[in-house]
């Protein structure tokens, strides 16, 4: 097992890591819209899933993965109705490699993001 860390995503919050990686395959802690400075993107949801974003691309490139191998991704929205702008987002990032996914709308999520992602990548 490895532990990954970045100093180019936020540093984890509590008592967990960036991502872990066993036999080749990469588990992310949930990514929120913090700079890796550790400052909360302010603004709406399309500003908070890039950063989302940033931060995800940031820890797979550590851990020596990309987008374009992540096999299952989990996000997590604070209001359903913004699924359509979170899912135009996600489109860009996820073009023509579509992993599998999972969307749940949540009651609340760390530091009252609006969105967080987590992703289950092969490591090459």
Known sequence: MKTIYTPNAPA????YSQ????????YSSGQIPLTPEGEMV???VREQTHQVFQNVKAILAEAGSSLES???ATVF???MDEFPVINEIYGEYFDEHQPAR???EVAKLPKN???????????K
């Open 113 to 123: 993001a609006l969105v967080e992602i987590e992703v289950i990548a092969l490591v």
């Open 77 to 79: 929205i604070k209001n």
């Open 102 to 104: 999972s969307c749940v």
């Open 12 to 15: 984890a919050i509590g008592p």
């Open 42 to 44: 302010e603004g709406d």
């Open 19 to 26: 991502g872990i990686i066993v036999n080749n395959i990469f």
């Open 70 to 72: 992540v096999i299952k």
